[in-house]
């Protein structure tokens, strides 16, 4: 078969495993509790006979609860299936066909570089610094050769999470060139998110999800927000694509999610208690991790490959994510999951510790 020369070319980002038998799912950052009850309703609720129509290809009731939620107008709210679609939407309608590539750190979020090759947009890759943290002096330095920039914060894999200040003095460094801060943790992280900021700062893009801190991974549903310029760019994109952006189903849940505040308060509070708490009994056991921002802690122990712990874990029965890149290949990334979870998890790591690696 002759296939396309792009589609020759392409590696697709790979998904974390989605087990059919029951293991104790720790790879994917999904949310251990159900979504609101609201959701519940507003599915029950939903009119079915509906259904026979596309949906509002503006998904104005759904961009305006994300508007008050935010505290921006509707028209700087864009949203689509998933942040992965609004982000392959912003790589397509900000850096595609420019000269000077995209930057992005080496170790972050591995579907940009994916969204880049699909939408043969260049990018160039700038190295975390020793300690795996953004190396935001370096990106500013590079602002001149560069058509813009992306980062996710808190970052991916790393769970670490950079001051919002200077971030800040990132997205000024880059004038008019869209910079991208992909937030799919920042409700789990102690620094505040840039969403208030698109007023001031026009050139930046904050894209969040409702897959993470609202359990609705299943629904597929995020957004960005900023100046309508950038907004009107991606939906430019979107209507070259898919004149509707979410299905109405989803549009229903993910509005019943985003209006229940009190709920979201609740469940992100029992993730970032059990994050500590996993926390401090994974260096009980010798294991190193930075101070996780996310819902997820990213772990290595001294002396031991991260091949040979996911597998253990595995036999095990537990699921946990790792990249088998050269900088982070012994660290395993552990989804926050229940007090239930991480007590399971504890006692598997004692177990295959305790045995010798002989035993994993
Ligand atoms: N950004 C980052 C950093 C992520 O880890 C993920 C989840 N894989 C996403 C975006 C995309 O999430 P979703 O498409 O479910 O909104």
Redesign the pocket.
């Given at each position: 078969m002759k296939l396309s020369k792009l589609a020759s070319t392409l590696t697709p980002y790979t998904?974390?495993e989605q087990p059919k038998e029951k293991t104790v799912k720790l790879n994917?950052?999904e949310n251990p509790y159900p979504p609101s009850p609201a959701v519940e309703r507003a599915l029950r609720e939903f009119d079915t006979a509906k259904y026979r129509l596309y949906p509002d290809p503006t998904a104005s009731g759904l961009r305006r609860a994300i508007a008050e939620y935010e505290g921006v107008n509707t028209e700087n709210v864009f949203v689509g299936?998933?942040?992965?679609?609004?982000?392959s939407f912003a790589f397509a309608a900000f850096y595609g066909g420019e000269d000077k590539p995209v930057l992005f750190a080496d170790v972050?979020?591995s579907?940009y570089k994916v969204f880049g090759s699909l939408y043969g947009v260049n990018y160039r890759e700038l190295p975390l610094t020793a300690d795996m943290r953004l190396d935001i002096k370096s990106i500013i330095g590079h602002a001149d050769d560069s058509c813009g920039c992306v980062f996710?914060n808190p970052?991916?894999?790393t769970s670490i999470a950079e001051e919002r200040e200077a971030l800040l003095e990132l997205a000024e460094a880059y004038g008019e060139k869209p910079v991208i801060a992909?937030e799919?943790?920042a409700d789990f992280s102690h620094v505040r998110s840039m969403a208030g900021d698109v007023f001031t700062h026009k050139n930046l893009l904050v894209?969040k999800?409702?897959?993470?801190s609202r359990s609705l991974?299943g629904a597929?549903?995020?957004y960005a927000i900023g100046d309508s310029e950038l907004i009107d760019a991606l939906r430019t994109v979107k209507n070259c694509f898919n004149s509707y952006p979410v299905n109405a189903v989803t549009a229903a849940a993910a509005e019943a999610a985003i209006r229940d505040r009190e709920y979201f308060d609740k469940c992100v509070s029992k993730i970032t208690y059990e994050r500590g708490r996993m926390t401090a009994k994974l260096r009980e056991l010798g294991f190193e991790l930075p101070d996780s921002d996310a819902n997820f802690v990213f772990a290595e122990y001294p002396g031991v490959s991260g091949e040979q712990l996911q597998n253990g874990l595995r036999s095990r029965g537990i699921v946990v994510r790792r990249f088998n890149s050269p900088r982070i290949k012994d660290r395993l990334r552990i989804t926050v999951g229940t007090g239930e979870d991480t007590d399971v998890l504890i006692s598997a790591l004692r177990e295959m510790l305790s045995g010798g690696s002989g035993q994993f």
């Open positions: 998904a974390g994917t950052n299936n998933g942040s992965d679609e609004v982000l972050t979020y579907f996710a970052n991916a894999p992909d799919a943790y894209v999800t409702f897959s993470k991974a597929r549903c995020g």
